[in-house]
């Protein structure tokens, strides 16, 4: 059975980090054919226009990584009411230079979780709008916009609230079909 690998993108370097935990406990929904992977992006340099043509070899493995995988999935907190600057610095890093983004055709999903009553709402929106812009078709629905709350994560990193677990099974259902429809076409 061939393999679907999906690059996972977590905006938060945080070593609780709730949306790395979050992002984990996704990957247990996959069925076994789609594997999830979590890129590195503590590492890039800040984005430079001027280093488009000799671009930092961690950039290049940002690149690389993104290209080889059929699907990407976005795991981001909320930042002042937007994505965090370094989730923006990777996705500027692997659109550069112009013409040679990674981010084009590629299905994506959003998704994130906060201590907030919103979750990360905002956030996503930006993030949506930033990959419309890619052309990296995005799904649009169902959106999770989570809530960090005691008992979300049971002690396996799994997803320990039932009701939760339903819908976002329901979304990973969903997230699966999107990337094989888009990776077919």
Not at 72 to 92: C, H, M, Q, W
Not at 173 to 179: E, F, M, R, S
């Amino acid at each position: 059975m061939a393999q679907t690998r999906i690059a996972v993108i977590v905006g938060s370097l945080r070593k609780d980090s709730f949306n790395h935990k979050l992002a984990l406990a996704l990957a247990h929904l996959a069925p076994s054919d789609f594997t999830f992977e979590t890129l590195r992006i503590d590492d890039l340099p800040l984005y430079n226009q001027d280093d488009d043509g000799n671009q930092a070899a961690s950039v290049k493995r940002l690149k690389s990584e993104v290209a080889a995988a059929q699907g990407v999935l976005f795991v981001t907190p909320e930042y002042n009411r937007s994505i965090p600057g370094v989730l923006k610095n990777a996705i500027d890093h692997a659109s550069r230079p112009y013409g040679q983004s990674v981010w084009g055709g590629k299905p994506t999903g959003v998704l994130g979780i906060s201590v907030g009553a919103i979750g990360t709402a905002l956030a996503q929106q930006h993030l949506r709008n930033i990959l419309a812009y890619l052309d990296a078709p995005t799904m649009g629905g169902p959106e999770v916009f989570l809530q960090a709350k005691e008992g979300l994560f049971d002690d396996k990193g799994h997803i320990g609230n039932e009701g939760t677990q339903k819908f976002l099974q329901g979304w990973m259902d969903k997230y699966v079909a999107w990337v094989k429809a888009h990776s077919a076409a």
